[in-house]
């Protein structure tokens, strides 16, 4: 069974850092892309970021690129989400995804595993 345990949020100034990280299990971690997604109350789940099976491709929504970057360590079955410069719109509960792939995707549909989410909050 895939578990995927989101750590590391919290409630953050303006303009300050967070790293999210997400414990994998159940599955071999190294064989698959992992996301990261955040929604808001009424909102759909959207984008954050993603990465393929070795961590060489990355990509980014808009929004975050430039401030955001995510990495894994795959002899740690862990994926991590450094968030520098936060802004209060970043403000959201974070979900880590598991992929059914190698290759890292921008779409939901794409992700049949996720943990429980972690909440950022941002404050100005």
């Known amino acids: 069974q895939v578990q995927l345990v989101e750590s590391g949020g919290g409630l953050v100034q303006a303009g300050g850092s967070l790293r999210l990280s997400c414990a994998a299990s159940?599955?071999?971690?190294?064989?698959?892309?992992m996301g990261w997604f955040r929604q808001n109350p009424g909102k759909e789940r959207a984008f954050v970021a993603a990465?393929?099976?070795?961590?060489?491709?990355?990509y980014y929504a808009d929004s975050v690129k430039g401030r955001f970057t995510i990495s894994r360590d795959n002899a740690k079955n862990t994926l991590y989400l450094q968030m520098n410069s936060l802004k209060p719109e970043d403000t959201a509960v974070y979900y880590c995804?598991?992929?059914?792939?190698?290759?890292?995707?921008?779409?939901?549909?794409?992700?049949?595993?996720w943990g429980q989410g972690t909440q950022v909050t941002v404050s100005s």
């Open positions: 995804a598991g992929g059914s792939s190698p290759m890292a995707s921008l779409t939901r549909s794409r992700y049949p595993y």
């Open positions: 159940g599955r071999t971690f190294s064989s698959y892309a």
């Open positions: 990465i393929n099976w070795s961590g060489d491709t990355t």
